[in-house]
């Protein structure tokens, strides 16, 4: 699949995707792409960002690839059985964090960090870093095989974000190319 035949919908986590974040740069760069906006993007409320999930992939006008990082990546585990079968094509997910952490957040509810063990019904690619802070290798190994991904391993890399040092982050976008491709 190219990225112009696609809607991309980038599902940042706990306060957005700042400026400098590769979720931010990349929505830039791509034509098709655009964030789900949450209301309140500093409380992990289960029910309004699982609704506005499956709101925006029902309004999709082409086939969704889905981008997610870090708490995105949980509320898209938390819309997969809600949305509309056959829409999402796939999802790039990158660094989710760990139920222990999101239950440890005073800014995530208790639903929220329940995140599902279910195969997810698209094909999925899961980018882990050995180093995350916000879960162990081994925490991401058990969601990639709960959720029928398949395990990138991104090395030492931190959380993934503006903040270890992923700004523009090509060689994430250099394996979501490749994600695309495998797509069809």
Known sequence: MRAADLDILFVP?????????????????????????????????????????????????????????????????????????????????????????????????ADFADVPDIALPFPALLVASRTDPYASFAEAEAYARAWGAELADAGDSGHINAESGHGPWPEGLMRFAGFLKQLG
């Not at 997610?68 to 997969?80: E, F, K």
């Not at 999402?88 to 964090?97: D, E, I, N, Q, R």
């Not at 952490?101 to 995530?108: I, N």
């Open 13 to 109: 986590g706990l306060d957005g995707s700042g400026p400098d974040h590769w979720q931010t740069r990349w929505e830039e760069k791509l034509s098709t792409g655009a964030r789900v906006e949450q209301d309140d993007w500093s409380r992990l409320a289960l029910s309004p960002w699982r609704e506005r999930l499956v709101e925006r992939v029902a309004g999709a006008t082409r086939p969704v690839v889905l981008v997610a990082h870090s708490a995105g990546v949980a509320a898209v585990a938390h819309a997969a059985p809600h949305l509309p079968a056959g829409v999402v094509k796939g999802a790039f997910l990158v660094s989710p964090p760990s139920r222990r952490v999101l239950r440890d957040l005073a800014a995530c509810a």
